[in-house]
């Protein structure tokens, strides 16, 4: 830090020089003035509907990965499925079920 920088108390909602665009958001959500706004998906329904979409999946990918690797050991058998499975998650299920389920995910505005 320079000596400019730390003679000069720094203003609220201005950039840190470490960490610029963050002490802004930081200051905003000390404010206890700012505007309450849903923050993201509701965790307990998130976990609900990934089970739901994430089990008929890893079933029906055992289902044809298990004839496949017959004599496998457990553990090449999981080398190969979880890579699959991850993907297919983090870019096909989460953002389908965050798109379509959007009013179920997120939490309702207080009135």
């Known amino acids: 830090?320079?000596?400019t920088?730390?003679?000069m108390p720094r203003q609220p909602g201005a950039?840190?020089?470490a960490m610029p665009?963050?002490?802004?958001a930081r200051d905003a959500s000390d404010?206890?003035?700012r505007a309450a706004r849903p923050s993201g998906?509701?965790?307990?329904?998130?976990?609900?509907?990934?089970?739901i979409a994430v089990y008929p999946l890893i079933t029906a990918l055992l289902y044809v990965l298990m004839p496949l690797t017959e004599g496998w050991a457990l553990w090449q058998r999981?080398?190969?499925?979880a890579p699959v499975m991850i993907v297919s998650i983090v870019y096909g299920v989460t953002?389908?079920?965050?798109?379509?389920?959007?009013?179920?995910?997120?939490?309702?505005?207080q009135r």
């Open 1 to 3: 830090m320079t000596a």
């Open 5 to 7: 920088a730390k003679a």
């Open 15 to 17: 950039a840190s020089p």
């Open 21 to 24: 665009g963050f002490a802004a």
């Open 31 to 33: 404010s206890p003035n």
């Open 41 to 51: 998906p509701v965790r307990w329904r998130l976990a609900l509907l990934m089970l």
């Open 78 to 81: 999981t080398l190969l499925l």
């Open 95 to 109: 953002p389908f079920m965050q798109k379509r389920f959007a009013w179920f995910l997120l939490p309702r505005p």
